[in-house]
């Protein structure tokens, strides 16, 4: 079972499985809006009453099932599976699956800093972007852990594939230079890991993509708009009906529903969203990319090498064909001096001493002749190049 | 035909062959809203007159047609064949076809255990979801049922798929390294049952995806609303062609309908049958992950080993090439040594004891030097490597 | 030119050409309501007249030109070309094209029999549906005549699937076992006839899928329909300029429209139509499924194939290293004795007895080791394996 | 350079430059409402100002520059660039370029004959439908002309499609019967014909599609009914930013356009262009449908060609192995006797002579046993088949 | 790492990295509607305080992260990210990042020249469209930006394709008829070169087709008319929330609108730009066509390898099976003649001088039959051709 290069984590599932060994599976982190993260060791009927989804949502995030990376917006929270970042956010608070994960750590730091609405805790990106604080402060509680969520994941995912692509290439092109068992097991194995990173790229991109193409799905995560306009609405006449659908989950599912859109667009501004969809949309979609580039690098580097080892062994068949011209040559001129060695007593052994002369002399003509032969038959069939 | 692989039923059609000689096609099982299950032991204008669907909808789920995996929302009924699960639920009893089938029986099981509306049988899962009953007693009588189903079927292919992984892994890694006929062999089987895997798994998420991205078909599988609210309409005005439609199976087919969507968006609402489709949509998604992950990993293997095979060989061939060298310089030698043997009588046999050294000495260092040059030849042409 | 298999009609094209030379390319068979049967040998004015198509729609169904397979609504015909049943429906009338093809001559005996509206020529599917009978008289002449074409394509299509599987699953399996030139030519003719086929059934499946996706190309067909609305509908006010679409052909094409179909909802209710086309889409959709996996089965053995065979070419040449090795070894021993076989006059001639010994053993002595390192050096490099 | 087949074009591209050399770039050829052709020789902005487009739409003509396939609806003219066929159609005249073309003669024949309204000229399609004549005289001036253009390029791209099968398929078989350098170039360069021909047919098909699949761009093609309700719909009140619209070029875009198209339904009536279109489109399909099945056929027999030659090459080097044992075991047994033949004097020299009958039978046996041991041991390890 | 070929600049990520050594990552230059440009060296913060987007669209702009290439939308801007042109478009100037990059520089000059609303600086082209200064006049000045961006990309990707495809047919040309290890190189790194470059040609055509399918997406672009529009619009009742939408980027996103766009048809005609944009679609799209070919040709020439250097190792091997044949039959005449070399005295020792004849007569008649019969084997068995 050695088929995982140690560049990547060899595979989601099975790492999920050894994790589960060492830690509690109903561990979970709780951050408040203040960014003020407590340890939260309920069972999950706790947190199923906590943040009002059901059993089904729950399991989605349950690291023994490998479900497929997920954004799901339902009536109070937002569900979020990106590989190893677990979280339900509602409109006041974040629970977060499995905060002592090395690759959780890094998550949940991010959320302590950027939660609180205050600018104080702002100078992520390296504390050279005082001013753009004052105008991110507006985004709401949710967005605001959703950016980090989406940041985290992509740059865990950029920072895989550079890392895939730093061992890639210098193994690409030592194995185009030097063809050995040792060097082709490596590029299969960094292949390998390549094939299991673009379906992780690609599972999270595609979610990116369903969410921006649909504005009602958009729409299901202004969570606190939803919060804040469930009442007043109600109210007003024929926007009656309008009003449960955005409190009601994916109740107005995927399929076009173009007229109801025009209705309540002002509820429905997704701009705000979009844009922070789009920034990471673009960000894994050019990390995607750099993985497509590195699969069409290593498959053209693969036809390159299987021709070069067509045509390495024709040229190795080529030489042993001259060695097998020169031996059948060599071994007619053996035979005629054999036949003079043979010990029955002929007239010749009486003092013919030109004799000897004449056979090693016609002998070795012959055979010249005889490999000019073959050597020019194979020239003119072009079979033997210059 | 030893062309099936012994982990994954071979040919879903030929497996259904051999099970019709051995019982009856007619045989179906008869749950009520309580659970209860009866052995229906009729002919297929009962089963017709009785859910009131055509001979052409009965037709899907015959056993002896292999028709690929359905949901269909008729009238009053729902027509499912989704593999070896062939059911019709209506808003108040489930047909099962074929209940003792080794693979229909614990849905047999679980249909009694779920079924009935009353929470005391509900502790499936282990019974550690008591509090979950509460919540999930309110969905209507074809979800429930229809739950099971998917459930079953969803588990069923991931079993399959589990099986396949545990099989596959280790047989790939064992012919990388190992390349023998008997290793290829099972690689191949494997493969093929993978292929077939696939096309059913694709078969049931296809069929999930198509009902989640039309909210008229997941209307259409409300029974329970439909049978409800089919005479009430009717008093009212402009609504009257309306009402129609929910009644009228898939009248409004599958082209976009979305102003109709917008007016009967208050019978239409798809909530609850969404949120549990997406979730055995997304449990058989990631069940089809897994098996692309396999189909390009085998697909790399066999890349890998095409390559390894062909740097093999031509290592194999530069070995041949030193012998074939070693070949034409000792019959070179044996040539000299051979002409010296004749028995021709020649001035040198009488007493020119010194000829025996020069002959011995000078043809081995000419041997010696035929092979040296054509090794630096080999070498300098990059045919042989270091 | 032998590249037809002999299971599956070679080249459509090829047999339709070879057909014309037989027989008239103007025969049609004329159906009426009541099932009579009568050939029709008129020139395509007369029947342009009679169904009122333009000559663009009639060239469709020539033989001579070979379109793909259609389905085509127009005002007051459905044109239907699909593969060998080249047919024009009318609310009133069939004409069916070359009626005395041998694969058209069932479809002619089942339009007798099913179009008549009474239940007494409807026992076909083994006598065993009177019950359906009643239930099926209802529906509309052209959907009775466009069932058994249907009926009869997918029926055909499969004939032709099982057939090819039938003869193509032994033949890999054959080839897998022994793999020689008949066997690949066999192989090779029957995917080519594969190809052909899934080319066929895909073609009929798009047609169907289209028309399904269609809500206005599904009404186009109701011919029956148009025909009877066609008159009371101009007296409504604003529905006025809707009267025209339903009559107007695909007037209102394939690009979606979907206001229009809320408004003529009541006149546009395809429900029975596509309860027929999705029955058929399903078994084409079942067809191409098996020639899907039939194709993957044949890659699937070539891959295999490749890597046997470059195996199996590895092994061979495994096996001739070692008899390289031997001769190399067995010529360097003869060498040896090739040099005191030489008759120059030597010291040892005289009475050594002891030499004869030490250089038989001495030389074998030699061969066995230089035989025994260049087999270890293999070994070691891992060129030979165990 | 010698890429190209002498059945297909070789390069588009090229033989335009080729073209250029001898011919203006500028000459233009001019039909009116009557048929009458008429050489234009003006510069660009005369062309520009006559027809009513802007420069860069001229440009789309230009020979020199390389555009794709397009079929383009402007204010008052549509731009036809097909392949070789390159036109602006307004709804009172055609220009076409490069009437000197030997392609393009054919269509200013046609041109000249089908364009007048008068049934006189009609007589295409070998004088037998003079009552078609009647029928499609009702049909505008530019769907007369566009016919004449699509039916030239769909001829066009059908005769060279036949011409490459003509050529292809008889090469193929020839090569399957024998693999030689001259036949493998050969076929190379009408899988390269192929390739390029298949890439202009499937422009050309997409460009059809495109235009069906959108009313409003099938609408804009109408020019004589733009020319004519230019003016009355102007006075109307809120269907007043609609009449701008089908005067506006592509104003209205390819997104969809519910709405609208229900309100000018009237107007858009796109029927007779759609059956236009959707005639050249099947038969531009089925022209497509032959170069795909030709690809495959060509793709089925290169991967039969390769495994042909790894199996030949397979029982070469098995013939080669029993002949390297045949050495092998001769070697062995000329050693025997060499070692006989030394000239060291032995006891057996003295008079021994049943000695050398033993010596020859007992090295004939062991040498015969040793052939038979190795080929025991190749057939038992399945090396050579039988 | 020599993995770049010399025609296309090697890695896009690469070449930025290298430069950002060499110049300030925040040198902009700004062109107002004069076509005057003056350097800026300002800080981002100055940046997106001037054009009013905010951090995240200008960080698309960062040459450090290689986003992919996009047109976006903003309230007031149109952020341009198209290979190396970073720029940022408002209704009133045009900020380019490095200006001093060797591929900016014509984009400087270009923007400077037909910025200007006067004729008086466009005669570009060669001078030779004095007239269409005339209308194109009144394009609005973001417009006229975008089309020197537009225009400069697609030059720019169709020189780079142009480039590489005069390197590329000539290197496949040269490596058909002869394959070395440099010309399987070279060809290695065009494929290479090639893959990267319709990477980048197939996001930039992506990004247009994105927008012209579009309308909105579209509509955002006319910052003019959004400027012009923004304040009398207020006043209207119902049409108040639309207002908001043009002014609001890309609030209504992606997901069809169709009835919005209805509505705002006055608005949001967008045929100028569509005109526009479609002309640089449909020339990039020339140049993905190019890029295709190109790729199918070298997949073809690759095929052709493999099959021609299989076929030429299959000759090799008949050669050398021939010679092999020889060397048995040579071996095996070798070994007559030494049996009767053997010194063991024997009775034809003795005076049998026919003996000698009889012996070389025969054996050279034993060696030419086993020469013949294997021969013979060989051809029976199609092992060897003609």
């Given at each position: ?47 199923m009453?906590?943040v009002q989804i059901n059993a089904r949502d729950l399991r ?14 339902r009536e109070?929270?937002?569900v ?169 989950g ?137």
């Open positions: 079972m050695a088929r995982d290069g140690s560049v990547v984590p060899a595979d989601p599932q099975a790492m999920v499985v050894a994790k589960k060994k060492t830690q509690s599976a109903r561990s979970w982190i709780l951050f408040d809006a203040t960014g003020q993260g407590s340890i939260l060791d309920v069972d999950k009927y706790a947190i009453h906590r989605i995030l349950d690291p023994f099932l490998s479900y497929p990376s997920t954004i799901l917006g109070k929270a937002i979020l599976n990106l590989e190893h970042i677990k979280a339900i956010i509602t409109a006041e608070e974040v629970l977060l699956r499995d905060p002592t994960d090395e690759h959780v750590v890094p998550v949940v730091e991010e959320l302590q800093r950027r939660l609180p609405k205050q600018g104080d805790g702002k100078e992520y990106l390296g504390g050279q972007n005082d001013n753009e604080a004052a105008e991110e402060d507006e985004s709401p509680f949710e967005f605001r852990a959703l950016e980090v969520a989406l940041e985290a994941i992509c740059s865990f995912l950029a920072a895989r594939t550079t890392e895939l692509e730093m061992a890639a290439y210098p193994a690409l092109d030592e194995l185009t230079s030097k063809i050995s068992s040792r060097n082709l097991d490596r590029v299969r194995k960094l292949k390998s890991a390549m094939t299991r990173l673009t379906a992780r790229v690609q599972k999270v991109r595609d979610e990116l993509e369903q969410l921006l193409d649909d504005d009602d799905d958009m729409a299901d995560l202004y969570l606190s708009r939803k919060a804040g306009s469930a009442s007043p609405v109600s109210g007003s006449g024929h926007a009656n009906w309008f009003a449960a659908s955005p409190t009601g994916s109740k107005i599912s995927r399929a076009s529903r173009a007229s109801i859109a025009t209705m309540r667009l002002d509820e429905n501004d997704v701009e705000e969203l979009e844009m922070l969809l789009e920034a990471y949309f673009m960000q894994i979609d050019g990390t995607l990319n750099k993985l497509t580039t590195l699969r069409e690098y290593i498959d053209d580097t693969e036809d390159y090498i299987n021709i070069q080892l067509d045509n390495h062994r024709n040229q190795l068949i080529q030489l042993e064909l001259f060695l097998s011209s020169g031996t059948v040559c060599l071994s007619f001129y053996s035979l005629v001096t054999a036949i003079f060695g043979m010990n029955i007593p002929y007239t010749w052994n009486d003092d013919h001493s030109y004799m000897f002369k004449w056979v090693v002399i016609l002998g070795g003509v012959f055979s010249a002749i005889m490999f000019l032969m073959i050597t020019l038959f194979a020239l003119k069939k072009g079979l033997v190049g210059t």
